[in-house]
């Protein structure tokens, strides 16, 4: 099994950009899938994930009310909408699917932000 990650790149302060990770040889909807993101200099935190069990969804306090977790299980996809992206968003995006003791990370996606 394995999760891919897709679609980070170069936005300006401000933009939006949306990442998305593809899951392939697990059972999607079975599996608690998560953004993390590791910036320059800093450890791997949190960002945000979705429960499989009844959907919830969870943000770290720096990105509430900017990012958006979501997924398609018809596409085995979770995706992270990001608005309003800071210069402090800048890291490279880790996606992460997780169940009991089973867990899977992807290679990540670079995102950059320029002011």
């Known amino acids: 099994a394995q999760v891919v990650e897709s679609g980070g790149g170069l936005v300006q302060a401000g933009g939006s950009l949306r990442i998305s990770c593809t899951a392939s040889?697990?059972?999607?909807?079975?599996?608690?899938m998560a953004w993390f993101r590791e910036g320059p200099g800093k450890e791997r935190e949190f960002v945000a994930s979705q429960v499989h069990k009844d959907g919830s969804t969870y943000y770290a306090d720096s990105v509430k009310g900017r990012f958006t977790i979501s997924r398609d299980i018809d596409k085995n996809t979770v995706y992270l909408q990001m608005n309003n992206l800071k210069l402090e968003d800048a890291a490279v995006y880790y996606c992460?699917?997780?169940?009991?003791?089973?867990?899977?990370w992807g290679q990540g996606t670079q995102v950059t932000v320029s002011s």
């Open positions: 040889g697990l059972t999607f909807n079975q599996y608690t």
């Open positions: 992460n699917a997780s169940r009991d003791y089973d867990t899977y």
